[in-house]
Each structure stands twice: as structure tokens, then as C-alpha cells.
Nanobody, 124 residues
């Protein structure tokens, strides 16, 4: 059974940083891509970033490049999303996702496995 356990959300002031972790189990980690989506209140889910575990290829939402960094640890079956210079518009529930292969786009339909969300709130 595929399990994705997200952690690390919380409340942070504008300009601050947070580090989200996704611990994965139940599948061959090296064969999968693992990433993050988010959903803000009243908005649709949007892709944030994804990493292909076999070769480390990453893709990002264009608007988040330079502030968010995704990385994978094959030994620990964990993916980390480092979020810097957070702004109120980054407030959302962040979901860890996974699927087989190497996606080239961040769309909800590409990822069949979703973990529970973790709340990120950016506010002063």
C-alpha cells in the first residue's frame, strides 16, 4: 500500500521559510516521481514541484522557481520541499503526491497517489 506522510507545515511570517517533508513507503521509491501540490482556500489545486527519484530531474511551477527547492533522499525514502521568502499567497494546504515514472508536467491527473495535506499559513 502506497503511503505518503507529509509533515512540516505551520505558521510563518512573511519572508520566512518552512521545510516540508514527505516520507514515502509501499512502493519502489527509485521508480517513482514524488512531488507537491497545494490548494489555497477557494482555489483549485496547483502543482508546486516534483522530483524524479531515479535521476533527480526536477520540475517546478514557473511562478515558484527560485523560492522553492525540492530534493529527494533515496536512502531515506523522503522528499523535502524547502520554501523560502514565503508570502501570504503561499498559504495553502500542501499535499505530497507520487506516481510511477518521470512526469513532464505538474497536473493533478498525472499523480495517482496523494497523501494527507499539511497546512502552511503565512501571516504576520
Amino acid at each position: 500500500e502506497v503511503q505518503l506522510q507529509a509533515s512540516g507545515g505551520g505558521l510563518v511570517q512573511p519572508g520566512g521559510s518552512l521545510r516540508l517533508s514527505c516520507a514515502a513507503s509501499g512502493f519502489a521509491f527509485d521508480d517513482y516521481a514524488i512531488g507537491w501540490f497545494r490548494q489555497a482556500p477557494g482555489k483549485e489545486r496547483e502543482g508546486v514541484a516534483c522530483v524524479t527519484m531515479s535521476d533527480g530531474t526536477t520540475i517546478y511551477a514557473e511562478s515558484l522557481k527560485g523560492r522553492f527547492i525540492i530534493s529527494g533522499d533515496n536512502a531515506k525514502n523522503t522528499v523535502v520541499l524547502q520554501m523560502n521568502n514565503l508570502q501570504p499567497e503561499d498559504t495553502a494546504i500542501y499535499y505530497c503526491v507520487a506516481d510511477y515514472g518521470s512526469p513532464h508536467i505538474l497536473t493533478t491527473s498525472r499523480f495517482n497517489y496523494w497523501g494527507q495535506g499539511t497546512q502552511v499559513t503565512v501571516s504576520s
